[in-house]
């Protein structure tokens, strides 16, 4: 019997290859959909969990409140950890890790490069993660100072096919680090990855004791191991008694209030997004619109499917009767047709993997991922698809079999036409249609929004001129100690226009801390961006000055040292006017006090998502950064000025430098990954769309062969025929228009609010997406429509 129904299967499909084409293509797109983001969501959903005790391990993360204001952080002061342990018996172990900052420059006999994702970790840290050493003592490889643990590619790199292990490497010139261990990289689906390892108890010896000691600048990121099946709500008292003893006391002397929690690890890569994370994260979100219009999309898919068997019910609708009346039931006709529909989820599937497997490298490069299909390792991914090609074939061919399995006989034979499968559309088929041109609108309009406010950010004025400025990075101790010397000799390029010694710039590295008017309470903490720059940061950056002057030059400690502030600082410390700024003393945490003698327009130092900070420019120089303003027309002369300059003063360190346009079109990477892929999805969702209404035009103009032969005798036009197969449709294409907009507005209204500086949503365009669906529509049925039209009526009428 199965023989039998497979090889009426095959015969159908034979025998009507354009709408098999249809069916088959349109599933195999919106299977093909399904799986690539299954891929997607699988890879962010499993980050972290490749760990062994990735249940049990949690960051300890805090929220801090100050004057009102709370923001939720990171990272931690570094004893917290260790007390922790020391007080509390049930925390196994603990690991923490400090993200150098910049890139630091690696020696090792005549090789010299600039490095980043250099880690300092604990000794602990491959008991609480499960990274494997490929060569060395896990108990011991970071236990000692100074010592380093290393990727191959790294070994590789510096020692080439010599062991790795107790061979050193040199950091900035100053610093040598024995290797104690080679590991294994961590996967790339981890929320934060590294290249270097050093041991923890090295940071004092290269950032002074205050590093490990200080109890309340969150400076590290600390994981607590903790026991099975252990809730992180019944720690919670226990973090409370903790800060109350060891913290309370002195954040109360700065109006600081501090609330640490326990967060999982297995929750870190996709619900955080907390200040100050140690690597950018995943948004549940975007997952969340990615898996849902890959339902969508092949939701439309099986909805063609269930019209294109609907409409053409008529043309099986003798075989139907016959086969009742020589005995069959109606459900050997519901199995029959649903085994068809079987066979087309399992064409469709095999084609869809083949589609999968040509797209791949290109969602990879959208996403910045090495997704991969792998079939045969992954038996529970393989369980996955052969079940949603049984699920798509049921949910497609259901509706169909029941329908065609309830005509009846008498009714069929006679010729007369059964419910709904006549030459118009019915009610439900509408339906089917409008909601697909629904989903495509939707999709139509929250890409031009996402493309919309992502152009806003590149393009929004920031208060400073971004172009033309280069941004030279100074990691290595010999580099930050002769900064003047590499400035002055900079400038005597004509090419360049102005050099400002920074330890910060705009998009790439802002610090702040706690600032309040000299002997106002301390409920006047104001968190405030600070940075230290000289007299030639105004300059170089085209920053306006609104009332008071320019540093005359850097001070240093022991000297007189001046703040310039923004217009949001003035209004925060509650100064009323930039002109009464000016002479106003501010304290920076309790470390020193200064005197306001500049206000500048504010300007954005960081992306456009958030607001605009308070900020503190302060003339007292420890240089990270070099920026360089470059003439208009001379980049080319300028850089190579600048790369020979540099390797007469540096002949082994490598010239490395970056522009600051790019540093703030890489703060919307995010943004544009996600609008290149909804508008890959909105493409894939229209072409369904099209198939659809293909097929469906295609089989009204079948039905309709004789009435438009009649009409063209009787003097109708080919406009004429075009608009009778049209209108219909318009109608639809308007009715999902009108749905589809309050829905698109409303989820991008929603989107837009993660941003502070952000677009309106413009009527035009709703009305673009709607009239690009309608054209769409008009030309998939007018090449039907137009087929009919040019057709000679002699052959549609010859045998009546």
């Not at 499909?13 to 799986?35: D, E, M, P, Q």
């Not at 760990?51 to 939720?72: D, I, K, P, W």
């Not at 892929?677 to 295609?698: E, H, K, P, T, Y």
Request: contains cysteine; proline residues 5%.
């Amino acid at each position: 019997m199965l023989k039998h129904y497979l090889k009426i299967a095959l015969r159908h499909l034979l025998r009507h290859k354009v709408y098999s084409l249809i069916n088959i293509g349109g599933t195999a797109i919106g299977l093909a959909s399904c799986i690539l983001i299954f891929l997607y969501v699988q890879d962010e959903a499993g980050y972290d969990r490749y760990h062994a005790n990735f249940n049990r391990v949690y960051r300890v993360v805090n929220e801090r409140t100050l004057n009102g204001a709370t923001s939720q952080v990171a990272a931690t002061p570094a004893p917290w950890a260790p007390i922790l342990q020391k007080d509390y018996p049930e925390i196994e172990s603990y690991a923490r890790f400090y993200p150098a900052p910049g890139r630091w420059l690696v020696s090792h006999e005549n090789k010299n490069f600039f490095e980043e994702r250099f880690f300092a970790a604990d000794s602990s840290v491959f008991r609480v993660f499960s990274w494997k050493l490929l060569a060395g003592d896990p108990q011991t490889a970071l236990r000692e100072p100074y010592s380093m643990v290393v990727t191959p590619q790294f070994a590789q790199k510096y020692f080439g096919s010599a062991e790795a292990i107790n061979q050193t490497l040199v950091v900035n010139d100053s610093i040598a680090f024995k290797i104690t261990a080679v590991m294994q990289n961590a996967p790339k689906n981890s929320h934060f990855t590294f290249d270097f390892l050093i041991s923890f108890s090295t940071l004092p010896k290269m950032f002074g004791e205050w590093m490990v000691n200080h109890m309340r600048g969150p400076v590290l990121y600390a994981y607590l191991l903790m026991p099975e099946n252990y809730h992180p709500g019944q720690f919670q008292p226990k973090l409370n008694a903790f800060i109350e003893k060891y913290v309370a006391e002195g954040a109360r002397a700065r109006n600081l209030v501090i609330t640490p929690r326990l967060q999982p690890l297995r929750d870190i890569h996709l619900f955080s997004n907390l200040e100050g994370e140690i690597a950018p994260q995943g948004n549940s979100t975007t997952l969340y619109i990615f898996a849902a219009i890959a339902g969508l999309i092949l939701l439309m898919a099986c909805i063609n499917f269930i019209n294109l068997s609907t409409a053409r019910a008529t043309l099986r609708a003798r075989e139907v009767g016959v086969r009742k009346v020589v005995g069959s039931n109606r459900g050997g006709l519901i199995r029959q047709f649903i085994g068809e529909s079987l066979v087309v989820g399992v064409a469709a599937m095999s084609l869809a993997l083949v589609l999968v497997e040509l797209l791949l490298p290109y969602l990879n490069l959208l996403s910045g991922k090495a997704l991969s299909l792998r079939l045969f390792e992954n038996p529970q991914f393989a369980f996955i698809l052969v079940a949603i090609t049984g699920t798509v074939g049921l949910l497609a061919g259901i509706y169909p079999a029941f329908v065609l399995s309830a005509f009846s006989p008498a009714t069929v034979l006679k010729g007369m036409t059964p419910f709904g499968a006549g030459g118009k559309l019915s009610w439900l088929r509408q339906a089917f249609v409008v909601f697909q041109f629904v989903i495509s609108i939707a999709l139509i309009i929250g890409t031009a929004v996402i493309f919309k406010q992502l152009y806003f950010l590149k393009t929004q004025k920031l208060g400073f001129d971004k172009e033309q400025i280069a941004v030279i990075p100074l990691h290595a101790d010999q580099l930050l100690r002769q900064a003047r010397l590499i400035k002055n000799e900079l400038a005597r390029s004509p090419a360049i226009e102005n050099i400002s010694m920074t330890t910060g710039v705009p998009a790439i590295a802002v610090g702040g801390d706690f600032v309040r008017p000299e002997n106002a309470p301390i409920d006047q903490n104001v968190v405030t961006q600070i940075l230290q720059v000289d007299e030639a940061f105004l300059p170089t950056f085209d920053l306006e000055l609104m009332a008071g002057s320019n540093f005359n030059a850097v001070s240093t400690w022991l000297q007189r040292v001046d703040f310039i502030i923004n217009q949001t600082a003035v209004k925060q410390f509650g100064f009323g006017s930039p002109e009464n700024a000016l002479g106003k003393r501010l304290t920076v945490d309790v470390d020193y006090t200064a005197t306001v003698i500049g206000v500048v327009k504010d300007f954005h130092t960081a992306s456009l998502r958030e607001q605009v900070a308070p900020l503190l420019l302060g003339n007292f120089m420890q240089p990270r950064f070099l920026a360089v303003r470059i003439k208009r027309g001379e980049i080319p002369t300028a850089l190579g000025f600048m790369q020979s300059a540099w390797s007469k003063l540096f002949p082994t360190t490598p010239f490395e430098y970056s522009f600051l346009d790019q540093e703030f079109a890489r703060l919307y990477q995010s943004e544009e990954q996600l609008g290149k892929i909804v508008g890959q999805f909105s493409f894939l969702a229209i072409f369904i769309a099209m198939l659809g209404l293909f097929g469906l035009s295609s089989f009204m103009t079948q039905q309709r062969t004789k009435e438009i032969g009649i009409r063209k005798v009787l003097g109708a036009t080919i406009a004429n025929i075009l608009a009778l197969f049209s209108k219909e449709f318009v109608w639809l294409v308007l009715m999902a228009n009108l749905l589809a907009w309050p829905l698109a507005y409303y989820a991008m209204n929603q989107w837009l609010q993660e941003f502070a500086y952000r677009i309106n949503i413009g009527w035009w365009i709703f009305t673009l997406a709607g009239g690009m669906a309608l054209l769409i529509a008009l030309l998939t049925v007018s090449t039907q429509a137009i087929k009919a039209a040019l057709a000679n009526p002699v052959e549609a009428l010859r045998y009546e």
